[in-house]
């Protein structure tokens, strides 16, 4: 389901609260990790979520713990990816393509925006 996504994209976040009412929606940023088993990615800067952690220490003798603020999974279907050309959210498509190197022809299956044409 998940494979029009991948580790490194841009993403924009298309639902859910908008900016002015304190959510992310409209926001743009680089998938951190895809968890495909869960059908969701983390997005940095997006879906900050506050965790305690319990105070302990490292090996070091270094205190952990107190507040942290980190990035939560949204789900796949409320990412949209973003045209590199328009910049705005698109489709994705598959098409196949003849690739030449070293002088041997291959076709290849690339990911294409749907408004622009552009290869992702």
């Known amino acids: 389901m998940g494979r029009n996504i991948k580790k490194g994209d841009l993403v924009q976040i298309i639902s859910g609260p908008s900016q002015d009412r304190g959510g992310d929606r ?3 940023g680089r998938v951190i990790e895809v968890l495909s088993e869960k059908n969701r990615v983390i997005v940095e800067g997006v879906n900050y979520v506050t965790k305690h952690v319990k ?3 490292s090996q070091r ?3 952990t713990g107190g ?3 980190h990035e ?3 789900h796949i ?3 949209a990816l973003v ?3 328009t910049k ?3 489709r994705v498509g598959f098409r196949e393509e003849t690739v030449e190197k070293d002088g041997v022809k291959k076709t290849v299956r690339v990911r294409y925006a749907k408004k622009s044409g552009e290869v992702i």
């Open 88 to 90: 705005t959210p698109t």
């Open 55 to 57: 105070v302990g220490q």
């Open 72 to 74: 939560a999974p949204i």
């Open 77 to 79: 279907s409320n990412v």
């Open 83 to 85: 045209d590199p050309k």
């Open 67 to 69: 507040i942290e603020t």
């Open 61 to 63: 003798g270094t205190k």
């Open 26 to 28: 409209g926001k743009q």
